[in-house]
């Protein structure tokens, strides 16, 4: 298995508006140097205690994404160098990572997490709470996050139908809330869906990032 082949093949195929986070969790150093002594420095981790020690032992120049669950009394550990949390899933945490990015003197980029999944046991927001947030003041008091878009999983299932009508309904939450709040807002425009299994279909309702593991870097080194 060649990681760069893998990676080379999926750059080769995706649409310029769609980025690669390559979801390097349970994998080892040396297939993520792999990648990036091949021009790759894009990656997702979701323990937080795995994304630092990567961070500590591989090179700085790496773009980190959280991707996980993040609990709020873990924010501290990933403050200082993490890109992107994709996973914001409550109001407290949203607060506790602006009070870390504030120790930290940054701006934390990050997205909210959407419950689109038939799944209760996914995290997320429904589109309502997320209005809900973006309308209340304590939101706006808040200097040291940027929100820059959505994220969702979508039902684990083979139906793709199923699949295609959650990623185009967060799509166009997506859209509304751009509408609504951020017409003059540059930046807010991701949509976070699409994961080795989904990520086509993802790409055909919109995604602009795409979370791929083992399509890159194999099966995973443990049973989920």
Not at 39 to 48: A, S
């Amino acid at each position: 298995m060649s990681v760069k082949k893998n990676i080379d093949e999926i750059l080769n195929n995706l649409p310029e508006q769609v980025k690669l986070v390559a979801v390097s969790k349970t994998k080892p150093n040396e297939l993520i140097l792999e990648a990036y002594n091949n021009g790759y420095k894009v990656f997702g981790e979701n323990k937080v205690q795995e994304i630092s020690r990567k961070y500590e032992e591989l090179p700085k120049d790496i773009e980190w994404h959280m991707i996980g669950h993040l609990q709020s009394n873990k924010v501290k550990y990933i403050a200082p160098f993490v890109s992107l949390i994709h996973a914001v899933d409550s109001f407290k945490l949203l607060k506790t990572i602006n009070n870390e990015a504030l120790k930290n003197n940054r701006t934390i980029n990050f997205l909210f997490q959407m419950h689109i999944a038939k799944e209760e046991s996914k995290f997320g927001f429904s589109f309502e709470e997320i209005e809900k947030i973006i309308q209340s003041s304590e939101f706006k008091e808040l200097k040291n996050v940027n929100l820059i878009g959505f994220m969702g999983m979508a039902t684990n299932t083979d139906n793709g139908k199923t699949i295609k009508d959650e990623f185009k309904y967060i799509n166009d939450c997506l859209k509304t809330t751009k509408q609504k709040y951020f017409k003059d807002k540059d930046d807010f425009k991701e949509l976070s869906i699409g994961m080795s299994g989904d990520y086509k279909i993802a790409i055909e309702q919109g995604s602009t990032i795409i979370r791929l593991g083992s399509i890159i870097f194999g099966e995973r080194n443990h049973v989920k």
